[in-house]
């Protein structure tokens, strides 16, 4: 047996323990779903490589998660028989933080303990939440398929550093031991770790076993058989179960399960088609959005399971890039337990049951804004920029996306983005053909051109454009219920029909007495295509209009800005 060696946590993981003790503590209970969580994960892994090869079940193929306490040692272990870690395993997943935006996320950190924790609970707690009530961990874990003496205890107090040693573990899988501090003695506790486990893990898959409760008028003639442990959860996959059989709270743990995320999910679809095709989707739209929303080419997609079993998390194949940040299950009879992502990139199948999820989702999100704006505004605040990415790539429901836009517009009052194309639409002047915007570093450089003065006097809606991604989106989208879109800097406005006919009067004089002046400024700037007396200035004396096919002038300055 190799001797004991001591390893150091990377930098993020001392930073997060001593934040996450601190930050979590009102919500310490919140640990053994992470633990229970991560004990049906290895389950789900096992069962998956155990398609390839049977022999890592080595004779068992029951799945299941033990949960133990001793009450006078102060300690709870909670153990598995899913696919267990090797050494490298151990040290890559308990001795860093692998995800995805963790120095943005330790950045973000304030040392106020209420945003702080809002913040942890946003980036995923995970294992680390042991040390919130325990002051020594233990684990005991062998791969599934190594042999009993290839086992490994990981052991740390969780402070700067952790230990390894090379163990007999004769049964596979993971048993994690936390030596509880002296003042959470309370989770050594029968009653109590039952009513966690139906509270937290109620919806998890495999068996969560307890010892059985012991009331106090039948110890004296127990039996043995009475003092097996029994399984305190459904142990049933949620999804399969009926949604009318299904609570709110069942349907939120199970997000927290899935996704990492501990704040609750904005609303979810569960749905079982049969016919053609055979699924069952259970599909999330999250509250708040993840630290690495914006990398493209980071973990989205769905936890893909066929016939139940557990085949890939991230299947990306299902979900556009627009939608990545929906989380969710899918279960599919129909495709084979040996898919592989190289598979479902050209499976027919796969790309009717992506229109159909997508259809389904876009349909949630219009419902939601119908029936409680208030919410679709959140959503709106946390995942627009996002969605704005639909019509350049999804042609076919560009309508519907872009019907679930939101913008500020000059007539709305403030920079918050709550104007839907249609109610514009609606509000549009008798005579208005088209949807104007503007775009402009902020609300109020767009509210400040000299371009939006003659639209501002005629109360003429106009969108205020301040994302970056808008200029490029609206390219894509071209128009909304038959009206184009037009930049109000860019070309002939056709105002005419919107003018008044003392306007259009007006107009045409001024163009006659001022034809000496237009024609020596054009000679002066040899740089200015035309000069033309208009009417869309009141009160700017001039301004810079560029041509309808020209590049716009927040693209300009974007483009100027990257040096091209
Ligand atoms: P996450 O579950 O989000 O990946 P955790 O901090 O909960 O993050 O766990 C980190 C990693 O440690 C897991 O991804 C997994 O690889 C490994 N791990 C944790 N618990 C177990 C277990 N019981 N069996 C096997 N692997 C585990
Ligand atoms: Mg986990």
């Known amino acids: ?38 004990a049906s994960d290895a389950c789900d892994k096992l069962r998956f490589e155990a398609l390839q090869n ?21 300690t709870l272990t909670i153990e598995d028989n899913g696919i ?46 042991a040390f919130i009530v325990a002051d020594k961990v233990v684990v005991d874990t062998r791969r599934a398929g190594e042999s009993a003496e290839q086992g490994i205890r990981w052991e740390s107090a969780g402070e700067g550093e952790f230990s390894l040693e090379t163990i007999d573990k004769p049964e596979r899988g993971t ?21 966690l486990i139906k509270k937290y893990s109620d919806h998890i898959a495999v068996p969560v076993f307890l010892p059985p409760e012991i009331s106090a008028d039948d110890d004296a003639d127990e039996t043995e058989t009475s003092k097996a442990p029994e399984a305190v959860n459904q142990a049933k996959a949620m999804w399969t179960r009926s949604r009318s059989e299904l609570t709110d709270e069942e349907y939120q743990e199970f997000y927290k399960h899935i996704s990492h995320d501990w704040n609750e999910p904005l609303t979810w679809m569960h749905n079982r088609v049969e016919g053609k095709l055979d699924y069952t989707s259970l599909l999330y739209i999250p509250s708040k ?39 969710g299950v899918l279960d599919s009879n129909d495709l084979s337990l040996n898919v592989s992502r190289e598979i479902l990139q050209q ?11 997508v259809k389904r989702i876009l349909d949630t999100l219009t419902k939601l804004a119908k029936n409680d704006s208030d919410k679709y505004q959140q959503f709106w605040d946390e995942f627009g920029d996002v969605l704005k990415e639909g019509p350049a790539e999804d042609f076919a429901n560009k309508e519907k996306i872009a019907a679930l836009f939101r913008f500020a517009t000059s007539t709305s009052g403030s920079e918050a983005q709550t104007v839907g194309l249609a109610d514009y639409v609606a509000r549009m002047q008798e005579g208005q053909k088209k949807v104007y915007y503007i775009t402009a570093e902020s609300y109020a450089a767009g509210m400040g051109s000299p371009h ?25 989208l071209n128009e909304f219920d038959g009206k184009s879109f037009q930049d109000i800097t860019k070309g002939e406005l ?40 208009t009417s869309r200035l009141t009160d700017s004396p001039a301004c810079l209009v560029v041509g309808q096919f020209d590049m716009g002038g927040h693209m300009r300055r974007m483009l100027e800005a990257a040096g091209q």
């Open 452 to 476: 939006i003065e003659y639209f501002r006097k005629k109360g003429i809606e106009v969108l205020l454009l301040t994302d970056r991604v808008d200029e490029w989106m609206v390219g894509h």
């Open 54 to 74: 049977d022999a890592l079940f080595e004779g068992q193929s029951e799945l299941a998660v033990h949960i133990n306490f001793d009450t006078d040692a102060r």
């Open 347 to 357: 499976d027919k199948q796969v790309d009717s049951m992506r229109s159909a999820l």
């Open 494 to 533: 056709d105002l005419d029909e919107l003018a008044d006919e003392d306007e259009k009067k007006q107009q045409e004089t001024l163009q006659e007495s001022h034809k000496n002046l237009t024609e020596r400024l054009e000679k002066v700037l040899p740089e200015v295509k035309s000069v033309r007396v």
């Open 175 to 195: 048993r994690i031991t936390l030596h509880l501090k002296a003042d959470e003695a309370e989770f050594a506790d029968n009653y109590r770790l039952r009513s």
């Open 1 to 38: 047996v190799a001797s004991k060696e001591t390893l150091g946590f990377k930098t993020e993981v001392k930073q997060l323990l001593h934040l996450m003790i601190h930050s979590l503590y009102s919500n310490k209970e919140i640990f053994l779903r992470e633990l229970i969580s991560n």
């Open 84 to 129: 267990g870690m090797n050494r490298e395993d151990v040290i890559s997943h308990l001795g860093t933080i692998a995800k995805s935006g963790t120095a943005e996320f330790l950045g973000k950190l304030t040392g106020d303990q209420k945003q702080d924790s809002q913040l942890i609970g946003q980036f995923g707690v995970g294992f680390y939440s």
């Open 289 to 327: 959005a993840p630290f690495d929303m914006w990398n493209r080419d980071t973990a989205r997609g769905l936890k893909l399971y066929v016939q139940r079993v557990f085949i890939m998390d991230d299947a990306e194949q299902f979900l556009p890039l627009y939608l990545r940040f929906v989380k």
